[in-house]
């Protein structure tokens, strides 16, 4: 019998092969995420790099958005996903838009959908490759919360994805306070790209840093930040370590 046989007799066999699709791993990818609460409401930084694999491909990812009325949302992991999520998102907005009763979802209600969506994907085994990281301010309330592929999350004061899981929060930990002017948690936020800048391959030197107030969001434009390599363990990191190349 040959393949044509074999195809019609069971018509089945070649569609079921097509729908069983999967994102088996990442392919364009964004790195950290930080998000601070500050005096007047959410502060983010994300850098605008998109990694093919380990290069370094695209330069001008934009991986913070406005969601609604209320809230900014920030995407670490596969760029496509997140574009996926996007789209979930709009609708969900459109559809609350629909009923125009004078309510308008908030950034709790945005990250409650989230972490339902993300955990319902992990359960059929076909994950959204992103950890998000969801801000916002509605009738005076901030509000700072993240989650995982996988579907865990919490909410904080601040939170950081992937590298800067532990890169920066030990910084924000430190340096963090409740009164957190907007140029001050501007630099804090600064000097946390910076060292993601420094230890992660991933990292780019082109950045944008978001801001959620009452009044709505504002995105910056991009830019650079003032780096320094002439640290010494930047010129031999190997030295003293024993049995390494």
């Not at 409401?41 to 491909?57: C, E, Q, V």
């Not at 929060?169 to 009164?179: A, K, T």
């Not at 840093?209 to 995105?219: D, L, N």
């Amino acid at each position: 019998m040959n393949l044509m046989d074999s195809t019609h007799s069971n018509p089945m066999s070649l569609c079921s092969q097509a729908d069983s699709q999967r994102t088996l791993y990442p392919y364009v990818t964004g790195t950290s995420v930080i998000g601070v609460k500050y005096k007047d409401g959410i502060l983010m930084a994300a850098d605008m790099g998109g990694s093919y694999g380990s290069t370094l491909r695209y330069k001008s990812v934009e991986r913070m958005k406005p969601i609604g009325k209320h809230s900014l949302l920030g995407a670490s992991g596969e760029i496509s996903d997140f574009q996926e999520i996007l789209r979930y998102l709009d609708e969900l907005i459109l559809y609350d838009n629909m009923w125009d009763d004078g309510n308008s979802l908030g950034p709790k209600e945005v990250h409650s959908y989230l972490t339902r969506v993300m955990y319902n994907r992990r359960n059929k085994f076909n994950p959204l490759w992103n950890s998000l990281v969801l801000g916002g301010v509605k009738n005076g309330q901030k509000y700072l919360g993240t989650v995982s592929m996988i579907g865990v999350h919490f909410e904080d004061n601040h939170v950081a994805t992937g590298f800067g899981n532990h890169l920066a929060r030990p910084i924000l930990r430190d340096e963090w306070h409740e009164d957190l002017s907007f140029e001050d948690g501007v630099k804090l936020l600064e000097k946390c790209m910076r060292v993601l800048l420094y230890r992660d391959r991933s990292a780019v030197n082109k950045l944008q840093i978001a801001k959620i107030t009452e009044e709505g969001v504002t995105i910056s434009q991009p830019y650079s930040l003032k780096t320094f390599w002439g640290f010494s363990a930047f010129q031999n990191p190997t030295v003293g370590a024993e049995g390494s190349w």
